[in-house]
């Protein structure tokens, strides 16, 4: 990150960005006429169009929220009114009731599975049931081979003490399963310094996939201890 500049963006592949400001990260998509924002971050704040407008002139015209936290999501007012906003149903119940202007309620709502199709591209979303929190989704975009699911898997970290607030343990564990299932080469975490790599998996199932430092400086998915401990369990 160049100093002073407060953020860095670079290409994960066709067309598919990654902005970080040091501590969180995230995502958007440009596609032949708009752009899709995944995690409006208040800790890029303005930095976050800066970065869009560093890469293309087109319009962002979709955003995507993977869950409804403030730390994620608290810059979505930035974006300007007229955004196609997508949630799951209950990020959207629950920002109907937090009335933060800072966090629009979205207007394009699913339950459990929905796919963007915009200016030649696909983003797929799953929601596959409570984890860190209830309605934080699976963001998938299948030509890029990129996954992005936030608070879960902290690449090259171990889990935040008690599991960064987790609201559901059963929920937590299962989705690292569900991660797994993805055909991506690229992960993003939502936080920390970099997206991730994945490596094959090894013969020896391990409940909880972690994350190392690869030669290419990503990240690359493997292995881990059970996590029993940590679970409560």
């Known amino acids: 990150m160049a100093a002073g500049k407060g953020y860095a963006v670079s290409e994960i592949r066709g067309g ?5 400001d040091g501590a969180y990260n995230t995502m958007f998509l440009v596609t032949a006429d708009s752009v899709v924002a995944v995690d409006p971050l208040p800790t890029l704040g303005p930095n976050y169009l800066k970065a869009i ?3 293309t002139a087109k319009p962002v015209k979709y955003l995507i929220y993977s869950h409804e936290h403030t730390d994620h999501i608290g810059a979505a007012s930035l974006f300007g009114p007229g955004l196609k906003i997508i ?3 209950r990020t959207a119940e629950l920002l109907a009731m937090r009335h933060d202007p800072r966090r629009p309620v979205p207007n394009i709502v699913f339950d459990t599975d929905y796919t963007l199709s915009v200016g030649g591209e696909r983003i797929q979303f799953h929601y596959a049931g409570p984890n860190h929190e209830d309605g934080n989704i699976f963001i ?4 890029q081979r990129t996954l992005m699911f936030v608070d879960v898997i902290y690449p090259g970290y171990m889990p935040y003490k008690n599991l960064g607030i987790v609201q559901d343990v059963p929920g937590y564990m299962q989705s690292h399963e569900e991660a797994l299932k993805y055909q991506f080469d690229t992960f993003v975490g939502g936080v920390r310094t970099r997206p991730a790599c994945r490596v094959r998996r090894p013969a020896k199932k391990s409940p909880v996939p972690s994350f190392s430092r690869g030669p290419s400086g990503t990240r690359q998915v493997g292995p881990s201890q059970r996590i029993r401990k940590s679970a409560g369990r």
């Open 16 to 20: 598919l960005f990654w902005v970080t």
């Open 53 to 55: 407008r560093e890469v």
């Open 87 to 89: 949630a799951q149903k």
């Open 140 to 143: 998938y975009a299948p030509r």
